[in-house]
């Protein structure tokens, strides 16, 4: 039992580790790519969960919703995010940050 205990902690710290990484590169590629809508508050928002709606970036307080718009759509443009339409919603997939919490 101590054992199980043990991997699922090593398991744990090493995708929170991955997780850290990834954030601090995509942070870097913002600022390279699109620096003009770099901000701490939005990179760390994109990794909340998987994906990303405008609405999650006006309620976090980061910009109005035409600008959201603009921001999220600019991050497609650099490969960060991939827009997917859901009804009448747009849903910005973050695939790097998906792809790490499903391969394990």
């Excluded at 699109?34 to 709606?53: D, G």
């Amino acid at each position: 039992m101590l054992e199980a205990v043990t991997q699922t902690a090593q398991w744990t710290t090493d995708l929170i580790k991955s997780i850290k990484v990834l954030i601090e590169g995509t942070a870097i590629l913002m600022r390279l790519a699109a620096p003009q809508i770099y901000s701490r508050e939005l990179t760390e928002l994109i990794f909340v969960q998987p994906y990303c709606r405008i609405a999650n970036v006006v309620e976090a307080g980061i910009a109005q919703r035409q600008t959201a718009s603009t921001y999220l759509k600019q991050l497609c443009t650099i490969g960060l995010l991939h827009e997917i339409k859901a009804g009448r919603e747009k849903i910005f997939v973050n695939p790097a940050f998906l792809k790490l919490l499903t391969q394990r």
